[in-house]
């Protein structure tokens, strides 16, 4: 017994940013994406789950490099790679794709509370964005880790939810390993949205971010010259681990998603879902309470999750951009402008939130923004990663290298796709 609980407890510690990150990605708007992929195309873009897994760990491995190695986030790093009038462009993106998540998220989890327990729905919208702003404020990075870590758990829902619904397993797999591909512009538009979801400039700002904080905890800990020499022994190995874990379970879980929605509304011809908790609410009838009520659970830890990470990054992005003091582990008092961001970015997000704009088309278009800002972005970041002069003897390795621009180009090669068939559509 004690083995098995000093195991867990180990693993605790080595799971952390990328872990986060990953989980992150499964918010309710990525819910709502992968939601409307299995209800209008059914299996077909199960191999997308697939495919992006290996390239979305490699860029994230990437981000988390960079604000391990340097201590610094990836704005900051980003100023030496990059004119700053593209910089601030990136970020004034950033910006706008993270309020509109927010919006999406914070809606989504409202409405999902109020599907489960009735009420009104507008007052939940408005508690769960003053909550997690009083968390974000309130609560330093060491102690808000643990609390993130441990809301992982609730996208475990969303497999359970699958296995409780019948679901042709021979159907599902063909579709995930025999892909059809269409140029249609419906199915190029889910294809960026989908890709804009999974690998979300966000999640490397945020990653960098936190793997920056991470050393400096270890730093005040026990010494500079400690943190520098655990990064190349066990930090690189802890880094690459929970990268991956991170990255599989999002990718696993948007795939059970897809399944879900697939053999439900997909089956019954319905094709069309405007938000996450409207796709819960389309399965109660059609897939029992039992499914419906893992959803809607699903839909809350994760939006408690990622409003967070959608803010914080923000603020991280921001800061760095200007060379603010910024930092979650510190008080308010001593990073007012990054704390600043935090409340605006979350602010603004419970507003749009408050108004009747469809929250299906701000998170759409969100992910096609994440989508089209993620390949400059991704650029900037091979290049850091590479330099000597920035990374020292950490620079990437070559299969790292090799990974991240296949990423970067199978991103460029998705939105040139969506643009064609839009201006051909």
């Not at 914070?106 to 408005?126: K, N, P, T, W």
């Not at 948007?254 to 399944?259: Q, R, S």
């Not at 819960?280 to 994760?302: K, Q, V, Y």
């Not at 998170?363 to 330099?387: D, H, I, K, Q, R």
Request: hydrophobic residues 55%; contains cysteine.
């Amino acid at each position: 017994m004690a083995a098995k609980a000093w195991t867990a407890k180990a693993l605790f510690r080595v799971l952390g940013p990328g872990l986060v990150t990953g989980a992150a990605d499964d918010d309710p708007s990525g819910i709502a994406t992968y939601s409307q992929c299995g209800a209008q195309f059914g299996y077909a873009l199960c191999w997308t789950m697939f495919l992006t897994t290996p390239f979305m760990i490699a860029i994230q491995l990437v981000s988390a490099r960079i604000g391990a190695v340097t201590g610094r986030g990836l704005a900051a790093n980003l100023g030496k790679a990059l004119p700053r009038a593209a910089l601030y462009g990136i970020v004034g993106l950033l910006l706008i794709a993270n309020t509109l998540n927010l919006a999406a998220d914070i809606a989504a989890m409202g409405e999902a509370l109020r599907l489960v327990i009735g009420g009104v729905g507008l007052v939940y919208v408005i508690a769960f964005g003053v909550l997690c702003l009083t968390a974000e404020i309130a609560i330093p990075y060491h102690l808000y880790a643990r609390y993130l870590k441990a809301l992982t758990l609730v996208l475990f829902a969303y497999v359970v939810a699958a296995f409780s619904v019948q679901i042709p397993w021979s159907e599902v797999l063909g579709a995930t390993f025999l892909p059809r591909l269409s140029f249609s512009r419906d199915f190029t538009l889910t294809l960026v949205a989908i890709f804009g979801t999974t690998i979300s400039p966000y999640m490397f700002f945020w990653q960098a971010s936190l793997e920056a904080e991470e050393r400096k905890l270890r730093s005040k800990a026990n010494g500079a010259a400690y943190a520098a020499k655990r990064l190349s022994e066990r930090q690189s190995t802890r880094i690459w681990l929970d990268t991956n874990a991170g990255m599989l379970l999002s990718n696993l879980i948007g795939f059970f998603i897809i399944v879900t929605t697939a053999a439900t509304l997909h089956v019954h011809g319905k094709t069309h879902i405007g938000t996450a908790a409207e796709a819960a609410e389309a399965l109660r009838p059609l897939a029992g309470p039992l499914t419906f009520i893992l959803f809607s659970t699903g839909i809350i830890g994760t939006g408690l999750l990622a409003v967070p990470v959608l803010a914080g990054s923000a603020a991280y992005a921001v800061a760095e951009s200007f060379g603010w003091n910024g930092s979650l582990e510190l008080p308010a008092r001593r990073a007012p402008g990054f704390y600043l961001i935090v409340a605006a970015a979350t602010t603004a997000g419970l507003l749009v939130a408050l108004t009747p704009l469809d929250p299906i088309r701000m998170l759409f278009w969100a992910a096609v923004v994440n989508g089209v800002v993620a390949v400059p972005l991704m650029v900037a970041m091979m290049v850091v990663v590479a330099s000597r002069t920035i990374m020292g003897r950490f620079a990437a390795s070559r299969t790292l290298m090799i990974f991240g621009w296949a990423a970067t180009a199978l991103m460029a090669v998705v939105v040139a796709a969506m643009f064609a068939t839009s201006l051909r559509g």
